[in-house]
């Protein structure tokens, strides 16, 4: 189940400030410019997690992200 394309515009929402990825991405607006499927929604029993988007941020750098840290860019 795909929540966004390649060239959708996102915001990175990373709330656990204890992820390793919080203080580099959080709140980072970027572009899908990959999507693939994977077996973690068979692992986890939620299908959203077999999803993965990888995004790239405005400043180039980029990376694979799962539905719970992507949302719609907002306008931003």
């Known amino acids: 189940m795909q929540?966004?394309?390649e060239?959708?515009?996102?915001r990175i929402d990373?709330?656990?400030?204890t992820d390793p990825?919080?203080?580099r991405w959080h709140d980072t607006l970027g572009?899908?410019?990959a999507v693939r499927e994977d077996d973690a929604?068979?692992?986890?029993?939620?299908?959203?997690?077999?999803v993965e988007y990888r995004v790239e941020g405005d400043g180039g750098e980029s990376m694979w992200f799962r539905?719970?840290?992507?949302?719609?860019?907002?306008g931003r």
Request: glycine share 14%; aromatic share 6%; charged share 45%.
């Open 3 to 5: 929540r966004f394309a």
């Open 21 to 23: 990825d919080h203080d």
């Open 14 to 17: 990373i709330p656990d400030k």
């Open 31 to 33: 572009t899908v410019v």
């Open 67 to 74: 539905w719970r840290d992507v949302r719609p860019a907002g």
């Open 7 to 10: 060239g959708d515009r996102v």
């Open 41 to 50: 929604g068979v692992e986890t029993g939620d299908e959203r997690d077999g």
